[in-house]
């Protein structure tokens, strides 16, 4: 990911929103061209995020024929019911013999084939301008660090680096080897060998290409495979969660399942609110917030009876559970269950899904990339409104439960003086050294201040304390405002990384329930007792991949709701840095674990 990427699209993601809602009243076919001379990223993660009818990219030209094919496809989703449809032109789409296909083209096509009423949007350089995403300012202060680091660090045999991000791992590249493969993409193109073009994009591309593909398969299988499949929400609402149900469903639905969608979490699966969901019923829900399907923290364990018998009643073969802790702790409830109900005896997988990113076993989990943005906007606003005052200093409550994510990051993104944790334990004299600091600052140029304080950080230093105590140690010098954002951090639509995360995870998820049921029939009938057979699928570091429930126990803090180690700790120290604290950059795993046990020892506070 390069800076300034992540902004883009959610500048795209803002105006394909607006066209959306235009459709509610007018039934037309819209054509976005995008930026993307060379490079098609910008228009595929769009189309994936907006679930668009066809996308153009260079890399990947349609088949020939393919004005066919593309009407075909616009009619199809017409004939189900869709009052829009939505083409994504990236401005360096070419065809099999290299000849463009610009949005005009495909408009005439549309209009002169189907009769459909249809519109061009030209989005041009609005998608450089506007505020950095909350991603991109972390990037950029990350990637700022790990420059000034790797030049620190070189010695005159040290070879040109490019610093690059993989997975959430700062990494240093060699220079001509980047610029080697950038001419091997415009080679391979060059030379029409447009798979090896997608190929050598990297492997995060070839996946969205695929899953988009996967996805754009409009017909559902003519073939029924006998099996039935259950998606639910578990937990508080996060948004994204609508793109992973819609994902599921649909390739659940391409494989011929019959797919069920429960409502209200394990609450609703033992009361037995399910219903079958089809191919239109999840149309639209990616840029959607919160749950349509409803959810709940309700855990299963007392409804083991109840829900035992909904499985048998609807013949479910598998269960897609989409939430935060409780849907990682009830999954665990309903293994447990499985010793004496023989019908839980079937594959689950466990889809991470909430504000806190606390679940364990994932780097990152779906809703967290919006909950920050909205934060960061938050605080852009909240810093705004003092533009006209001198030196003022605003304290603001974040979510998040014990876990410090969204505080730290959110830090990190608006250039926070101090961020509060529970993972980072904290004195009163760590408190009166934040505030003389501040109040040092406050006298030469800076004339504001922003403290993040996660909610369930400590106990007895709450948001009022704090606010409190810097208003005390700060009068004459500053004044002081606080703000509680609450559940505004759950809500909204979601981001792109959100959306494209989802939809990614649901497809994995589907794709991975839909072997682990083949693999667990035995004679017509489906018994899966074994530790892989219910999963959590996270992020690791730049992979998703299935982890058996039963190992993550041994990783988790359950009185906390917290996973032990977290790697955007590391990123702390950046924090203080930027804050202009004195300190030194040591960002490895063994410096942080030494630096909290020094804080959590009883002589520190001698």
């Known amino acids: 990911m390069t800076i300034g990427t992540d902004s883009a699209l959610h500048r795209i993601m803002e105006i394909v929103d607006a066209i959306t809602t235009t459709a509610q009243s007018h039934q037309r076919t819209f054509v976005l061209e995008v930026m993307g001379r060379h490079c098609g990223y910008l228009a595929l993660v769009t189309a994936l995020a907006c679930g668009a009818d066809w996308v153009f990219i260079p890399e990947s030209p349609p088949e020939e024929e393919w004005e066919d094919h593309l009407c075909r496809r616009l009619s199809e989703t017409r004939g189900r019911g869709s009052r829009l449809n939505i ?106 060998r447009f798979k090896d073009a997608v190929d050598l994009r990297g492997r995060s591309f070839q996946n969205n290409w695929n899953v988009y593909r996967t996805l ?16 639910l929400n578990v937990g508080a609402p996060a948004a994204g969660m609508n793109a992973a149900v819609r994902s599921t469903v649909r390739i659940g ?10 409502h209200d979490g394990f609450e609703g699966l033992a009361k037995g609110q399910i219903e079958e969901i089809g191919w239109s019923g999840v149309g639209g829900w990616t840029g959607q917030g919160g749950s349509r399907l409803g959810t709940k923290r309700v855990l299963p364990k007392k409804y083991y009876d109840e829900i035992s018998k909904n499985i048998t009643s609807y013949n479910i073969h598998g269960l897609v559970i989409i939430g935060g802790f409780e849907a990682f702790t009830g999954s665990l409830e309903l293994m447990e269950g499985r010793s004496k109900y023989e019908e839980l005896c079937i594959p689950i997988v466990v889809i991470p899904a909430t504000v806190s990113n606390n679940v364990p076993g994932s780097d990152f989990s779906i ?60 004195s009163i004299r760590d408190l009166q050294m934040n505030v003389d600091h501040l109040t040092e600052k406050m006298k030469t140029t800076v004339k504001r201040g922003l403290i993040l304080r996660n909610e369930k950080c400590s106990e ?14 700060g009068k004459g010098v500053f004044d002081c405002r606080k703000n509680v954002l609450g559940h505004m951090q759950q809500g909204g639509t979601p981001t792109p990384f959100d959306r494209n995360f989802g939809t990614k995870m649901g497809t994995k998820a589907m794709l991975w329930i839909t072997g ?3 693999e667990s029939t035995r004679h017509g009938r489906i018994f899966a007792n074994t530790a ?20 993550l126990k041994e990783q988790t803090d359950f009185e906390h709701r917290l996973p032990k180690e977290q790697w955007w700790l590391k990123l702390r120290p950046i924090l203080k840095i930027l804050a202009k604290y004195n300190i030194s950059l040591d960002t490895s795993e063994k410096a942080h674990l030494e630096h909290i046990a020094r804080k959590k020892s009883p002589e520190s506070h001698i």
């Open 87 to 192: 083409i994504i032109v990236a401005e360096g789409a070419i065809d099999l013999h290299g000849k463009p296909i610009t949005s005009e083209d495909v408009k005439n096509l549309v209009v002169k084939r189907l009769g459909y009423d249809t519109r061009v949007t030209v989005l041009g350089h609005v998608q450089r301008g506007g505020t950095p995403s909350a991603f991109d300012r972390i990037l950029g202060s990350r990637m700022g660090v790990e420059a000034v680091m790797a030049l620190l660090e070189g010695t005159p045999d040290t070879p040109a680096c490019v610093v690059s991000l993989s997975g959430n791992h700062a990494v240093r590249l060699p220079l001509m080897e980047c610029v080697q493969v950038t001419k091997d993409v415009t080679q391979a193109m060059n030379e029409k």
């Open 216 to 231: 754009a398969h409009v017909k559902p299988s003519s073939s029924k495979s006998g099996y039935n499949v259950a998606v």
């Open 253 to 262: 639905i391409i494989q011929g399942h019959k797919m069920f969608a429960v």
């Open 367 to 426: 809703g967290a990339d919006t909950a920050l943005n909205t934060i960061t906007t938050t605080c852009d606003r909240i810093k705004q409104s003092a533009a006209g005052t001198k030196r003022r200093v605003f304290i603001i409550e974040t979510m998040g439960g014990y876990c410090g994510y969204l505080a730290t990051m959110a830090g990190l993104a608006g250039g926070a003086d101090a961020a509060y944790i529970y993972e980072d334990p904290f």
């Open 460 to 473: 007895n230093y709450t948001t009022e304390f704090i606010f409190n105590l810097y208003s005390e140690e």
């Open 516 to 518: 682990k049921i083949k």
């Open 532 to 551: 892989d057979s219910a999963c959590l699928l996270g992020m690791r570091k730049r992979s998703l991949v299935f982890q058996p429930l039963v190992e």
